[in-house]
């Protein structure tokens, strides 16, 4: 596609419920990104992927968050039993490798509300 | 761990003003530096990329500045328009670390007719 395209945009759930957003990259990006921002506070690392693997999973702040990609395509972050604490905009990104010095390009977020 | 502070948190300028958003980071060992823009409820726009060989570089009506060993670098913003109005993140990239970037919490920048 055009972008990078983000689902759902908008998503509230109740507490100790498990959710699922999906990241579509930039066609032909190789390397996809997972960030997390929490209200009034800066974007967080979370994940990336080289291909389908992900070399580097330290961001992930508990056991509860998975992810995993497919055909070096689509994406998918999943939040089980999700905590109130877990109500942030989680941003996906890609670029065309990994390599510092390309271009990240950004989705527009998927808003999450846990209540 | 790298920290990154942006200053000032917040900015209102009348249109036409120039201005500068400045960023410091503690670890000085980075591989590049980023400046982005991000719109209310929208996803995180690229604006510069500096390169930690670099100094600076420019696009447009946009020149990011880069000193890499005092932990510095500034967006200068000529001639405000009020379409420039968004927050300005920075970020930046440790030797080896890719696109896994620290990032700021930003500069809400309004300008204003």
């Known amino acids: 596609g055009a972008g990078v395209s983000q689902s759902p945009s908008n998503k509230v759930t109740e507490k100790g419920k498990d959710v699922e957003l999906r990241c579509d990259p930039i066609s032909g990006h190789t390397a996809l990104y997972w960030y997390r921002q929490r209200l009034g506070q800066g974007l967080e690392f979370l994940i990336y992927f080289q291909g389908n693997s992900a070399p580097d999973k330290s961001g992930l702040p508990s056991d509860r968050f998975s992810a995993e990609r497919t055909g070096e395509s689509v994406s998918t972050l999943t939040i089980q039993r999700t905590q109130q604490e877990d109500s942030a905009v989680y941003l996906c990104?890609?670029?065309?490798?990994?390599?510092?010095?390309?271009?990240?390009?950004f989705g527009e977020g998927s808003w999450l509300t846990v209540v | 761990k790298q920290e990154v502070t942006q200053i000032p948190a917040a900015l209102s300028v009348p249109e036409g003003e120039n201005l500068v958003l400045n960023c410091s980071f503690t670890?000085?060992?980075?591989?590049?530096l980023q400046w982005f823009r991000q719109d209310p409820g929208k996803g995180l726009t690229s604006l510069l990329l500096i390169q930690s060989s670099q100094r600076e570089q420019t696009s447009g009506r946009l020149n990011a500045s880069l000193d890499k060993s005092s932990g510095r670098s500034t967006l200068y913003i000529a001639a405000s328009q009020p379409g420039d109005s968004a927050t300005y993140l920075c970020a930046v990239g440790l030797t080896g670390g890719g696109n896994k970037l620290t990032f700021g919490t930003g500069t809400q920048l309004k300008v204003e007719l």
């Open positions: 990104a890609s670029s065309l490798a990994w390599n510092s010095g390309n271009t990240i390009y």
């Open positions: 670890d000085s060992a980075i591989y590049n």
